[in-house]
């Protein structure tokens, strides 16, 4: 993966302060900026938890518009981006949490699903299996972790800053979900054999 | 090297950074071999996927969210202090406006009194230039006269008048500030785009 040198890493760092800076100030039109660039991330990343296009559309712009309403009190102690996936992170876990309900009220039988028994270790897995496989396997913290590491390519520090956890735990939680998927596949596996 | 020690690796995630000798562990061990598979299956899944769902936000997501920032200016109950005034303005602006509430009621309850009572200052002061010397030597009297008027409780002696006037005066504030609230409303900032 080809990263941008340094010094245009630090250039984009500070016209994103200066942007958020003029945001606190009530300019719309540097949240505009704001909005255009973090858009896509913070949509990918509700649409990966709640897995509703529709409701993640409704999510992150609820994100953004509680990141303009916070704005003035933004300290900056953590980078834009890292306190806007965490508003993310929050509504689109307690917006999963009504989806997943209002599932199994609605089909009891469907929120099952195809069961991945018949992924092998040696196959590869689809997207659909791999988030169903998240799904059933891992706690809403460890499915959490993952997302923001391995999807949205978070650092452990990063994904410690989003959740609001230190990185013992964070990289506890990604061990034991590395864990029960690993078994997981493996038992699939071996019933499949 | 044993199992355990083998799968806590696998459990840390450095697949790349497995040292030779886990790596014959692996080899001479079925179960472990099976786990090893499993976990490189996993982490070229979870490669793959990053790779490939890049998701873009839906058309006019921004244009959502601005919309609805603008929507959030117009209710907004504090656009009027996150406009470009000064922060002590807004600071200020509420318990003067409480303030002046309260002065509006009192003077149309007992406007006529009030009038007596400035008059008696300026006389006990003897001139205008001591207003203020005139209005603290007549404090005490000022403070009783004004309890026993605010609130005559017939048969009580003057405290008894002031302790019940206090213990109005938080339902009085709250009044005052739900009718600042009233008014902010009709003096707030024009939206910018």
């Not at chain 1, 980078?79 to 992170?89: C, D, E, G, N």
């Not at chain 2, 509006?104 to 001139?127: D, K, N, V």
């Amino acid at each position: 993966m080809a990263h941008p040198p340094p010094s245009a890493d630090a250039e984009r760092l500070a016209e994103e302060r200066r942007l958020v800076a003029s945001a606190q100030a009530g300019d719309a039109s540097a949240f505009r900026v704001l909005v255009e660039r973090h858009q896509s991330r913070a949509y990918a990343l509700a649409l990966r938890i709640t897995r509703s296009p529709a409701d993640a559309e409704e999510v992150a712009q609820d994100a953004f518009v509680k990141v303009w309403d916070a704005l003035p009190g933004f300290r900056g102690d953590s980078s834009f981006s890292t306190w806007l996936h965490q508003i993310v992170a929050r509504r689109s876990i307690d917006r999963a949490e009504v989806l997943q309900r209002r599932r199994r009220r609605e089909a009891p039988q469907e929120a099952m699903g195809e069961p991945v028994a018949h992924v092998a270790a040696g196959d590869s897995l689809e997207a659909e299996q791999l988030q169903r496989l998240m799904a059933e396997r891992l706690s809403k913290a460890q499915n959490l972790i993952v997302t923001l590491f391995y999807f949205e390519g978070h650092s452990v520090e990063q994904v410690g800053a989003v959740l609001g956890m230190n990185e013992n735990t964070v990289k506890t939680h990604l061990a034991r979900a590395r864990a029960a998927l690993r078994e997981a596949l493996q038992g699939s596996g071996e019933a499949s054999a | 090297m044993n199992c355990e020690t083998f799968e806590q690796q696998l459990d840390a995630g450095a697949l790349d950074a497995l040292a030779p000798h886990a790596l014959a562990h692996a080899t001479s061990c079925a179960r472990c071999a099976r786990a090893l598979a499993a976990a490189r299956a996993l982490e070229f899944a979870f490669e793959r996927h990053r790779a490939t769902q890049r998701v873009a936000a839906p058309h006019a997501f921004v244009d959502g969210v601005m919309a609805r920032v603008r929507l959030r200016q117009r209710s907004a109950s504090n656009a009027f202090v996150r406009d470009s005034t000064p922060w002590w303005v807004g600071l200020a602006a509420q318990p003067t406006a409480v303030g002046a509430f309260a002065l509006a009621a009192l003077l149309a309850w007992r406007g006529p009194w009030l009038w007596t009572l400035t008059q008696q200052a300026f006389a006990s002061g003897g001139a205008a230039s001591s207003f203020a010397t005139g209005m603290l030597a007549s404090a005490p009297e000022w403070a009783s006269a004004l309890s026993r008027s605010v609130l005559p409780v017939s048969g009580a002696d003057w405290t008894t008048s002031l302790a019940i006037a206090l213990c109005l005066s938080p339902l009085a504030l709250v009044v005052g500030y739900a009718l600042y609230r009233a008014a902010e409303r009709m003096f707030e900032a024009p939206i910018r785009a």
